[in-house]
Nanobody, 124 residues
Framework: QVQLAESGGGSVQPGGSLRLSCSASGRAFSINVMSWYRQAPGKERELVASITSGGSTSYADSVKGRFTISLNNRGNMGYMQMNSLKPEDTAVYYC??????????????????WGQGTLVTVSS
């Protein structure tokens, strides 16, 4: 079993910054990909950024140059630095992880895990 817990959301003015954190906990797991999604009221959930265990990153066009995703070396803490925030960034942000659970050497399986979400509000 793997659990994700987001933190760092809040209310900021346009142009401000926030750093979201995603803490992964559990036993016998490794993170292959960590991603951040967001969902604004009345809109579809969208992928914001992803990072692989090897350090490769990708970003939605709407956040390129403003957001930076990272993952620590132990693979149990992810971050997304958000700068130059705009009102249209207002959404609930969710951490997602594609993991491998391997309790014994002869048995392993993939597991997709979602965090509970953290609200980011950008307004004057």
């Amino acid at each position: 079993q793997v659990q994700l817990a987001e933190s760092g959301g809040g209310s900021v003015q346009p142009g401000g910054s926030l750093r979201l954190s995603c803490s992964a906990s559990g036993r016998a797991f490794s993170i292959n990909v960590m991603s951040w999604y967001r969902q604004a009221p009345g809109k579809e959930r969208e992928l914001v950024a992803s990072i692989t265990s090897g350090g490769s990153t990708s970003y939605a066009d709407s956040v390129k140059g403003r957001f930076t995703i990272s993952l620590n070396n132990r693979g149990n803490m992810g971050y997304m630095q958000m700068n130059s925030l705009k009102p249209e960034d207002t959404a609930v942000y969710y951490c997602y992880a594609a993991t491998t659970v391997a309790p014994v050497i002869e048995a392993s399986w993939p597991l997709e895990v979602w965090g509970q979400g953290t609200l980011v509000t950008v307004s004057s």
